[in-house]
Structures are given as structure tokens and as C-alpha cells.
């Protein structure tokens, strides 16, 4: 942000930085083994794909990769900024580009927006029924839908559960900040939006990492639909 107006974007003005290394990363299982794919920021395809006086829209395209160089599932971010506005809409399409085998297991993947530390960062959470809480910025805040009829928030002081909830959190200091929110937050479970303080960071799980047995009870509408082979001993198979 240009926070004193001179026409410059300077680091201190930063509301985000670059300690995470990608804004998006996959974990893979392969047996035992787990191995990390982060999205390249080496050389991605920038394109202005749509420009205009009232909008823009800014295509990032690249593929995600391990730290031995090996890439796994490309990606395509699509930045939408609307004049007069703050507000940046983000559409996230990861491509199975994945050949060697009929379905990839997926640990997690999610998109992590690193805040600029400052001192006095405060994290507020829409919680059940509209009401804003208010969390000190070393606490962890996690939103949850892991069931289409079960929506949950934990933080230090309050743990509520729903059938459907809210999917937002502001991360801001007196002159600057950061909101994050997901649409359609229970039509996509499961699905995670978090406050992470040992990163710093605003984290958004599309795939977020589950327990071995958390969907074993779905009776019939796991052995019916995509669901067996998608939620399966605490992993995706894509």
C-alpha cells in the first residue's frame, strides 16, 4: 500500500513478504515417504490477460516442484483488481498433469500469504452468528469444514461448532492489513482457513490434512460416489 500518499510502494509499506517460498505448495505420499512441491517462482508466465479502465486481470501460470527440481501439477492464478476497490479476487486452478499413474495421493495443499511482521498485528474472525473475535497475533485461529452439514472454529478462547459458518480472517495493525476470505466455503469441504503465527501467515488449505480414519464412518456415501477414491486413510487421490 501506499500508506503516506507519495506515489511509491516502498518494503516498509508491505503488507506481505516473501518468507514463504511459493503461494501454493502439495505434499505427495508415495508408501512412507512424503515429498514437498512448492509453487516455482523462478521463471512463472505473467501475462496481463484482460485490461481495462474499470478492471484488470493479471494471469500467473507456472508448475510446482520438489526440492530435487521435479515438477508435479501445474498451476494457474488469476488476480482480478477492480477500480477503487481493495479488494483482489484470486482464482486458483491446480491441472493434474500427472501421467505416470491413474490417481496421485495427496497429503494437503494450500496457499500461504505471509504477513510483514509488525508489532502490533491483531487477528480478528468472523465468528458463528456475525461476532467478531478478536485474537492476539501469537494465537493460532482455524476455521474448518470438514463435513457439508459440520463447520468449527477453534482459538484459544472458543471453540464453536455448526452446521455452516463464516470463512474469514483480518489480519491488521492501525494503518495497514490483510483480509482473506473463501466463497462457497461449505459447498467445497473439506476445506480450512487458518492464523498461523509460527508462520506468520494467513493459510489457506484448498486440500487440508486430515486424520487416517476421520471419513472411515461415511457409510454409503463413500463407497457410492468419488468419494471413496477422493477421502481415503487420511489423503486425496487425485
Known sequence: LDVNGDGRYTPDEAILNERIAGPSSLTVRDGDQLDGYV?????????IEREGALS???????AHANRDGDELFRF?????????SGLVRVQHTVENDQTEQALTRIEDYGMGLPVTP??????????????????????EVTLVQD?????????????????HGPAAIDVS??????WVGLRDFWQKWPSSLAWEPELGAVS????????????????DAVVS???YYHLRDGGYRL
Open 39 to 47: 509453487s516455482s517462482l523462478d521463471a512463472p508466465r505473467v501475462e
Open 204 to 219: 489457506i488449505y484448498l486440500l487440508p490434512p486430515f486424520e487416517d480414519d476421520r471419513y472411515a464412518d461415511l457409510g
Open 225 to 227: 460416489d468419488r468419494l
Open 173 to 178: 495493525t492501525t494503518d495497514r492489513g490483510l
Open 76 to 84: 494457474v492464478s488469476r488476480y482480478y483488481f477492480t477500480a477503487d
Open 56 to 62: 484488470t486481470i493479471v494471469k500467473v501460470s507456472g
Open 147 to 163: 463435513l457439508d452439514d459440520h463447520w468449527s472454529l477453534m482459538a484459544p478462547a472458543t471453540h464453536q461448532e455448526g452446521e
Open 118 to 139: 509488525r508489532q502490533d498485528v491483531t487477528v480478528r474472525t468472523e465468528a458463528a452468528g456475525g461476532e467478531l473475535l478478536e485474537t492476539p497475533a501469537d494465537a
